[in-house]
């Protein structure tokens, strides 16, 4: 719920807990472009922190991007399967200073893997990715 979007830009959490609530809100459809175009930005700069080692940052950005996606599609969009792969990489990289991340990390890789391994070809890249990131951690 919008709880989760504590992070995120008021604005955001806001865009999220209105529009996934009523679609025959006048400017739903307006709103819901302006939410997914704001959503498509973050991965990005989400990357960019945890390139720059910057991987609190990286992190709160992440889940904002996940929150929102099952704030406007629900738990079992495809896209998911692609960020909570990053989002496991980051709570992974932070997990050497705090280890409680890695449990967290394995359990949402489980989750995802169980959720998508039958909806994907096994050789879809971000299915590879997580069940490498399982191997190595």
């Known amino acids: 719920g919008p709880r989760a979007l504590a992070g995120a830009p008021p604005a955001l959490a806001a865009l999220v807990a209105v529009v996934s609530r009523d679609p025959r809100h006048p400017g739903h459809e307006k709103a819901l472009a302006y939410l997914e175009e704001q959503l498509r930005e973050i991965p990005g700069l989400a ?5 720059q080692g910057r991987l609190e940052e990286a992190e709160i950005l992440q889940r904002q991007v996940v929150t929102g996606l099952i704030g406007l599609h629900g738990a079992k969009h495809l896209d998911l399967l692609q960020e909570h792969v990053h989002l496991a990489s980051i709570l992974l990289a932070r997990s ?3 280890p409680e991340k890695r449990v967290e990390a394995l359990a949402l890789l489980r989750d995802t893997e169980m959720l998508f391994q039958d909806r994907v070809h096994p050789t879809y890249q971000f299915l590879v990715a997580l069940r490498q990131l399982r191997q190595e951690n």
């Open 96 to 98: 050497a200073s705090q």
């Open 47 to 51: 990357l960019v922190r945890q390139q």
